[in-house]
C-alpha cells in the first residue's frame, strides 16, 4: 500500500536557520503530496501540496518541490521563526482511492529564540 | 477551503458507555473522513463518509465499533461503542474541497475510564 516516511522525529533549530525536513513516498499511482502543520492542541492545518512531477508548492515561506524520480517532497524554509515550532506532517493523496490521505510519522520542529 | 466544527471539544466516559461525535461544515461536501490520533502519534484514517452510503472502514476500524452516520451534504457523526481506555485518543473529521485538498476540524478529545 501507498506509504510516507519523515526521517526526522524531532528537529531543533535557532531562529534564522534553515529548515529541511525530509518526506519520501512509496505509492502505485501518481499521487498528490501535501505538508500539513499542526499546533498544540489544534487540528492538522493545510500548508501546501503538489500534484505533479517538479511542481513547487509554497506557504508561508515554506516550500517543497514533487520529484518523482527520488519520490520526495522535502519541506524546506530558509529562515525559521519561533512561532513556526509546531509538528509538520507530509501526506500522500491517492485520488485514484477516493481522496485518502496517508500521513507521515511527523516531525516535531522546535525553534528556539 | 471548509470549515469544520465538532462538537463536543472533549469528553470523559466510562469503560463500556457510548458516546457521540459531531462534525459539522460550513458547505457542502462530497466526502467526509475521520482520523484518529493518539498522544504524540500521527494521524489513522478510520473511514470516509459520502452522502447517502454507507461509510467504508479502513484496516483495524468496524462498523459495530465505530458507526458513522453522513445524513447530508454538511454533517456527519461518529459514535465510540463501548468505549475502551484503549480509545482515549483525539478525533478528527475533515473534508475535501473541490481542488481535493482536505481540511480538518479541531478535534475532539476523548478520556475513557
Known amino acids: 500500500g501507498d506509504s510516507v516516511t519523515q526521517t526526522e522525529g524531532q528537529v531543533a533549530l535557532s531562529e534564522e536557520d534553515f529548515l529541511t525536513i525530509h518526506c519520501n513516498y512509496s505509492?502505485?499511482?501518481?499521487?498528490?503530496l501535501f505538508w500539513y502543520v499542526q499546533y498544540p492542541g489544534e487540528g492538522p492545518q493545510f500548508l501546501f501540496r503538489?500534484?505533479?512531477?517538479?511542481e513547487k508548492g509554497s506557504s508561508r515561506g515554506f516550500e517543497a518541490t514533487y520529484d518523482k524520480g527520488t519520490t520526495s517532497f522535502h519541506l524546506r524554509k530558509a529562515s525559521v521563526q519561533e512561532s513556526d515550532s509546531a509538528v509538520y506532517y507530509c501526506?500522500?493523496?491517492?485520488?485514484?482511492?477516493?481522496?485518502?490521505?496517508?500521513f507521515g510519522t511527523g516531525t516535531s520542529l522546535l525553534v528556539d529564540p | 477551503s471548509v470549515l469544520l466544527y465538532q462538537k463536543p471539544n472533549r469528553d470523559i466516559c466510562q469503560s463500556g458507555t457510548s458516546l457521540k461525535i459531531q462534525c459539522v461544515a460550513d458547505?457542502?461536501?462530497?466526502?467526509m473522513f475521520w482520523y484518529q490520533q493518539f498522544q504524540e502519534q500521527s494521524l489513522m484514517l478510520m473511514a470516509t463518509?459520502?452522502?447517502?452510503?454507507?461509510?467504508?472502514?479502513e484496516s483495524g476500524f468496524t462498523k459495530d465499533k465505530f458507526p458513522i452516520s453522513r445524513p447530508n451534504l454538511t454533517f456527519s457523526t461518529l459514535t465510540v461503542n463501548n468505549a475502551r481506555p484503549g480509545d482515549s485518543s483525539i478525533y478528527f473529521c475533515?473534508?475535501?474541497?473541490?481542488?481535493?485538498?482536505?481540511?480538518f476540524g479541531p478535534g475532539t478529545r476523548l478520556l475513557v475510564l
Open positions: 458547505s457542502q461536501v462530497v466526502s
Open positions: 463518509a459520502n452522502e447517502g452510503s454507507e461509510a467504508t472502514y
Open positions: 505509492a502505485s499511482g501518481y499521487p498528490a
Open positions: 503538489a500534484s505533479r512531477d517538479k
Open positions: 501526506a500522500l493523496g491517492d485520488f485514484n482511492m477516493g481522496y485518502k490521505l496517508t
Open positions: 475533515s473534508s475535501s474541497s473541490l481542488q481535493d485538498t482536505q481540511y
